[in-house]
């Protein structure tokens, strides 16, 4: 199965009006890929970029939303909002979203449906602590995970959908997972959903991400399951990027 390869910039809490439009314009000298190629500003930024990005085919996402539709839910950010800006992922269940502000299985769960119900894509950030691998629990952990959103939106959404598998040691560390390791994962992730739904589990995009460079996405690119990066600091590089992008094809 031919899957498209997608390189997502996770920008996090960085950014001002003036450095966006130089990355921007930066990434915008890219050369036409055949990967999806997709950035995830702050709320603030999300018009500004959305603007820059009109004419290209950047695709535009969020980092996080509400897991409700409207109303009283101060400081808080809904899907329509988000679709009002041209918005087509929301980043979901990232491991900074389930350590620091303690999103559980089910709160990632519920958002995952509520994006999904408003017609935008989830990418779902899946993975595991240090010390989880250390003690052999890395799939028992990704599954439980995925299973808290099966349970909810039921195995057929995930052709909606898209995994990023990001073991929570890689992030912002520099310690990249190893083509090898990553591809381990991958493949489990997608026996684990094949026994739910065979077909789903051949179409669904598996992304990787921590610490991706491109010095070492092209291994990462070569693995069969790997459908393509999260990258988070690197990112916030134009020249950097566009290197990771090339890498894919
Ligand atoms: C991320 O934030 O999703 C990420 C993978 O960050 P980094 O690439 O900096 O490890």
Redo the contacts with the bound molecule.
Sequence with gaps: MIRQKIVAG?W?MNGSKESIVSLISGLLEMDSSSSEVVVAPSFPYLSQVDGLISASSIVLAAQNVSQEVKGAFTGEVSTSMLGDFGVKYVLLG?S?RRSLYGETNELVASKVKTVLDSGLTPML?IGETLAERESGKTLEICEQQLQAVIDLVGIASFEQLVI?Y?PVW????GLSASAEQAQEVHESIRSFLAKSSESVSQKVQILY????KASTSSALFQMPDVDGA??????LDAKEFIAIVKTAG
């Excluded at 890689?170 to 560390?173: D, E, F, K, R, W």
């Excluded at 991400?209 to 991706?212: H, N, Q, W």
């Excluded at 999260?230 to 990112?235: D, I, R, T, Y």
């Design positions: 996770n996090k990232h900074e950030c990023a990001e890689a992030i912002g560390t991400g921590g610490s991706v999260l990258v988070g600091g690197a990112s």
